[in-house]
């Protein structure tokens, strides 16, 4: 098992940053990819960005040169820089790890709320 901890989300006028953290415990070993995930009111969760352990990333389109995902494998824990934040990015950010395998195990941390204000 893998228990995710997120923290940073807050509020936020339009144009301002945050970063999120997520340290993971637990089965460590058996985490391949980490990320984070979002959820607004009455739409689907939806991915924001990954990391792989080898360090490669992906973004969703929206947020492409304004969020950055980073790990820290010493620590354990997944970062996602968000700079020049919308309106429209407000949602509920979850962390997710997925663990190695053919079919991999899906891990997710409770949610932190991020609200931009317009």
């Known amino acids: 098992q893998v228990q995710l901890v997120e923290s940073g989300g807050g509020l936020v006028q339009a144009g301002g940053s945050l970063r999120l953290s997520c340290a993971a415990s637990?089965?460590?070993?058996?985490?391949?990819?980490m990320g984070w995930y979002r959820q607004a009111p009455v739409k689907q969760r939806e991915l924001v960005a990954a990391i792989t352990s080898g360090g490669s990333t992906n973004y969703a389109d929206s947020v492409k040169g304004r969020f950055t995902i980073s790990r820290d494998n010493a620590k354990n824990t997944v970062y996602l820089q968000m700079n020049s934040l919308k309106p429209e990015d407000t949602a509920v950010y979850y962390c997710n790890a997925s663990s190695w395998g053919v079919t991999p195990v899906d891990y997710w941390g409770q949610g932190t709320q991020v609200t931009v204000s317009s």
């Open positions: 637990g089965s460590i070993f058996s985490i391949n990819a």
